[in-house]
């Protein structure tokens, strides 16, 4: 007899992306990638932001590369939690990090990935308790341009999703291009495109974004300074 979770992972793999297509990967801590060429690299937002939230999500970041980049790290970080299982979490983080503009086509493409993940096991340890890991770890991120009213940042890390009970952990690397925009005073999510990979092997094959090779990814970006 097959567990729960044997012949399910690109089952799963297809859930996960559905769910977070937009916000693939959140970031937490971590310094994996080559050093920053300065002092002015962005802290993931353990504690960054938290002078001011919208519903549950720091939004308090500065106008500056690095501000754009903790936002968009915070913002990810938000979407990689069983709290989105809820009702009606989901679309009230949405509404806080995305343009009026673009709530609604970013809540249309991750209502069904968040409803099947709430109605599958991950959702139904989350009811009753069971401890389920929901969470992400950083690689790094690029500022691939940057005005005081715009910025785009290319970020990877992976989420590790699973629970003590019936579904096993697995992490699931992914890339993400967000597009920003600051009005009212912060940082607003304009557009954004995820895909999974690339994995830590040393090339991947095509996917939404293209193909990647690790080591050539890895020399453009900076590493995540850890919150204190």
């Given amino acids: 007899m097959r567990s729960p979770t044997e012949g399910s992972a690109p089952r799963r793999r297809a859930l996960l992306l559905t769910c977070a297509a937009t916000l693939l ?52 970080r938000a979407f990689a939690s069983p709290a989105i299982l809820r009702e009606g979490v989901l679309q009230s983080r949405i509404e806080a990090v995305a343009t009026p503009d673009y709530a609604a086509t970013m809540l249309a493409a991750n209502s069904p990935g968040a409803e099947r993940l709430a109605a599958g096991p991950i959702g139904a340890g989350v009811r009753r308790g069971v401890q389920t890991l929901y969470s992400a770890i950083p690689i790094g991120y690029r500022v691939e341009s940057f005005a005081p009213d715009r910025a785009r940042v290319l970020t990877w890390g992976f989420t590790l999703l699973g629970n003590a009970s019936s579904v096993e952990p697995a992490a699931y690397f992914g890339l993400t291009h967000t597009e920003l925009v600051w009005t009212e005073g912060r940082w607003q999510i304009a557009e954004t495109r995820g895909g999974f990979g690339p994995t830590p092997r040393l090339a991947t094959k095509p996917g939404p974004l293209g193909a990647y090779g690790v080591i050539d990814l890895a020399r453009g970006l900076e590493s995540y300074e850890l919150a204190p």
């Fill in 25 to 76: 990967v959140g970031f937490l801590a971590g310094h994996a990638l080559s050093p920053s060429s300065g002092g002015d690299r962005a802290a993931t937002p353990a504690k960054a932001g938290a002078a001011r939230s919208l519903a549950g999500v720091p939004v308090s970041f500065s106008d500056s590369p690095a501000g754009a980049a903790q936002a968009v790290a915070a913002y990810q």
